[in-house]
């Protein structure tokens, strides 16, 4: 068990050193003056400008002494530098921000997971019924209808026509519950409803594969009832490979976190970078592809690492 963690730590650990790399380098590689796209000042630039900001962001070093400035910077104080456009440190606001993404992700993923897992259960033990046909329309209408369409239904439904909840804002849990609550119940049926129909589908697809079971038939075979039979043999079996996906949730989460936070005006990460793309606030845009994709190996690490506590036969050689 401690080898196969051990491999998926360095894994990841790699993974993450790549990630670093790349976003620190995309920056460098792209044709254009990176000076003047940093400055926001375009081809207008003046040559005493490009000093300051070459010397101020380190541009005037080698590439490889940028890089390990950089990330030397970041583990020894978590300083991912200065916003180009405002001067303020890009760090502190990244952590808030990241806070108000997970807030509502952590949402998402709970009801995902409460409406997905019995309605995967349900359609497994009733296959071809009413229930399975109307889990496999909610589900594909899940995946099918886009994040931006389904925000602005339920703006044009709840806000604009019945006027139940607010249009836009964020406010956490532990500042004003109610008022938190208000503001994540639309983003979270928009994400929640993907990720519901995701694990639903997942959950109907093992469920099913381990109805078939010999052990299974035994337990019926025993007498012991079906909803002792499903819950202690089929349910505990058919959620492993549900646990898996849990990584692929929190990236469905950032996706989806670019489109909803824009339509309910989320201060979240997902905003922050669409903002910093369009104004070219590139060091911004560096960081947060760095974090987002530090926040999406960890989950895969922790799935990875629970699967594996799940599952004895999980093992590296």
Do not use: C
């Not at 978590?78 to 890009?90: C, E, M, V």
């Not at 928009?190 to 990720?195: A, C, E, H, M, N």
């Not at 202690?232 to 929190?250: E, Q």
């Amino acid at each position: 068990m401690w080898t196969y963690i051990s491999v998926r730590v360095l894994q990841s650990i790699a993974v993450i050193i790549l990630v670093a790399i790349a976003s620190f380098a995309i920056f460098r590689i792209l044709p254009g003056d990176p000076v003047a796209a940093l400055s926001g000042e375009g081809e207008a630039i003046s040559e005493e400008r490009r000093q300051q900001i070459e010397e101020r962001l380190g541009l005037n070093k080698s590439v490889p002494e940028q890089m390990v400035d950089w990330i030397g910077n970041i583990l020894s104080s978590g300083d991912f530098g200065q916003s180009t456009l405002t001067n303020r440190d890009i760090g502190p606001e990244l952590l808030q921000r990241l806070q108000n993404t997970l807030h509502v992700g952590v949402a998402t993923i709970v009801v995902g997971m409460l409406i997905g897992i019995p309605a995967g259960v349900l359609s497994a033990i009733r296959p071809n019924s009413l229930a399975d046909r109307l889990v496999t329309m909610l589900s594909v209408g899940g995946v099918a209808i886009p994040d931006y369409l389904t925000g602005l239904i339920l703006i044009l439904l709840l806000v604009v026509t019945w006027d139940v909840l607010p249009a836009a804002g964020f406010e956490r849990i532990w500042v004003d519950p109610v008022a938190s609550i208000k503001s994540l119940i639309m983003p979270t049926i928009v994400v929640g409803w993907v990720l519901s129909a995701i694990v639903a589908r997942q959950t109907r697809s093992s469920m099913l594969e381990v109805m078939r079971q010999d052990y299974v038939r035994t337990a019926r075979a025993k007498g012991l009832r079906e909803r002792r039979v499903i819950a202690l043999h089929a349910l505990r079996n058919g959620l492993l490979p549900v646990v898996t996906i849990v990584g692929l949730l929190l990236a469905r989460v950032f996706a989806g976190a670019v489109i909803v936070e824009q339509i309910f005006n989320i201060p979240g990460m997902g905003r922050w970078l669409v903002q910093a793309a369009l104004q070219r606030d590139l060091l911004i845009v560096q960081a947060m592809i760095l974090v987002i994709a530090i926040a999406i190996v960890v989950a895969n690490l922790l799935t990875d690492i629970s699967y594996g506590v799940l599952d004895p036969r999980i093992r590296y050689g």
